[in-house]
């Protein structure tokens, strides 16, 4: 079956570094969403990407969509304590109609 | 808006009990999910529905049933509970496969 995978699992960074997240799917997909996660708390939406290539800028945070719409990746600049959390992709299930695949997900924590 | 409403927020469960998870949302999305997240991972979805009166299995479903009478409601039900289905749930809903997923809280089960 269609396979999500994120590295790294766990990173930790000092606050002011970067970070980045890389997800890897499977199979082609037509489009792909990010989510944070805070600690004890819910997936709450960042961003969609589209376009073969896409290249989405939220403040600190770039998105980018690769070409072959196979993989994704987040990238933060410079990380602030406010960053801390589990960051997941999620695609459309292949023939799945209207299902989400999350990807493994990437644990963020920032030390002062 | 409330969004997206689960009730309860904490459950402990003895092995062979039942109950229901309630979610409800007032957006008026027609697709509804519910996913179930162990300690330090992903997501993986139980069940999910695309209307009033139609529901379908997605990769975990053994264990649950779930019902959609209405647009609003997707009740989850766990017949027997087992230690296996300790896990944070989450019901989520959207509008459509491109659009964002919005999330509940969460219920956080505990069986023992």
């Known amino acids: 079956g269609q396979q999500v995978m994120q590295i790294p699992q766990y990173q930790h960074v000092q606050e002011g570094e970067d970070f980045t997240t890389y997800c890897n799917s499977s199979t082609t997909l037509s489009n792909i969403q990010w989510y944070k996660q805070r600690p004890g708390g819910h997936p709450v939406f960042l961003i969609q990407l589209v376009k073969s290539g896409e290249v989405k800028k939220q403040k600190r945070l770039t998105f980018q969509f690769g070409e072959a719409k196979k993989n994704s990746s987040l990238h933060i600049t410079a990380t602030q304590t406010t960053d801390v959390g589990t960051y997941f992709c999620?695609?459309?299930?292949?023939?799945?109609?209207?299902?989400?695949?999350f990807g493994t997900g990437t644990q963020l924590k920032v030390e002062l | 808006n409330a969004g997206v409403t689960q009730t309860p927020k904490f459950r402990i469960l003895k092995i062979g009990q039942s109950m229901t998870l309630q979610c409800t949302q007032d957006m008026n999305h027609n697709y509804m999910y519910w996913y179930r997240q162990d300690p330090g991972m992903g997501l993986k979805l139980i069940y999910y529905?695309?209307?009033?009166?139609?529901?379908d299995k997605g990769e975990v479903p053994n264990g649950y049933n779930v019902s959609r009478s209405t647009t609003e409601d997707f009740p989850l039900r766990l017949e027997l509970a087992a230690p296996s289905q300790t896990s944070v749930y989450f019901c989520?809903?959207?509008?459509?496969?491109?659009?964002?997923?919005?999330f509940g809280n969460g219920t956080r089960l505990t069986v023992t």
């Open positions: 989520a809903s959207l509008a459509t496969i491109m659009s964002p997923l919005h």
């Open positions: 999620a695609g459309p299930v292949t023939g799945g109609g209207n299902k989400l695949t």
């Open positions: 529905s695309v209307g009033a009166g139609i529901t």
